[in-house]
Every structure is written in structure tokens, then in C-alpha cells.
């Protein structure tokens, strides 16, 4: 009877985003909430980031920031670390890649 190889590990799970939907829609028309994932998925594919994250539509996150967006940071499955971010439209995604490469960064590799 032939062994078989263990399973290939699949690497660390998706850092989850949940990308406030109320929030979206609240943002003054100017500000393009609506194309903003769009936006967002470019970011942080642009920082390396595009396999290491999912963006989530949510509902309300229950903190609703005047001319921000709020996103639900859950960092594993453990979701220990989940937090609260404040992204401002305007930045396209980009405050928000700085935030995790700073957190990632703090946290060593995998």
C-alpha cells in the first residue's frame, strides 16, 4: 500500500475587510463611494497585498464616520486583532494598505 504525500499547507489565511456598505453610500457623490473597492483592490494589489486580503461588502458596521469609511479589520481565523479603520475616500485605499503593512510588518513573517 503506497503512503501518501502530505497535504500541501495552503498558507495563512486572508486578512478579511469588511468594507462598510452604509458608509458607501452616505459619501458625498464627489467623493465616488461607489467605485471605491474598486479603488481599494487596486491599492492593496499595487502594495502586494491582493493575495494576502479579502474585501468584504458589509452592512453597517455600527460607526458611522462623517466623510469616512469604515472598514472591519479581521486579521485571521482566531480573530483576535479585529479592529475598527477609518479610511478616507479620497486616499483610494492607499491609507489602508499602509495601515496593514504596518501591522504586518509588527507582526513578523508567517
Not at 475587510?17 to 464627489?30: F, G, K, M, W, Y
Not at 479603488?39 to 492593496?44: K, P, Q
Given at each position: ?107 513578523g513573517p508567517?
Amino acid at each position: 500500500m503506497a503512503k501518501r504525500a502530505p497535504p500541501e499547507p495552503e498558507g495563512p489565511d486572508p486578512i478579511e475587510l469588511h468594507l462598510c456598505h452604509r458608509c458607501l453610500v452616505r459619501l458625498p457623490a464627489d467623493a465616488g463611494g461607489v467605485d471605491l473597492p474598486r479603488r481599494v483592490r487596486e491599492a492593496l494589489k499595487a502594495h502586494g497585498l491582493g493575495n494576502r486580503t479579502q474585501l468584504i461588502p458589509a452592512s453597517c458596521l455600527g460607526h458611522c464616520p462623517t466623510g469616512l469609511v469604515t472598514v472591519l479589520v479581521v486579521p485571521d481565523a482566531t480573530a483576535r486583532g479585529t479592529h475598527a479603520k477609518l479610511i478616507a475616500p479620497e486616499a483610494d485605499g492607499e491609507d489602508l494598505a499602509r495601515h496593514l503593512l504596518q501591522g504586518l510588518a509588527k507582526a513578523g513573517p508567517p
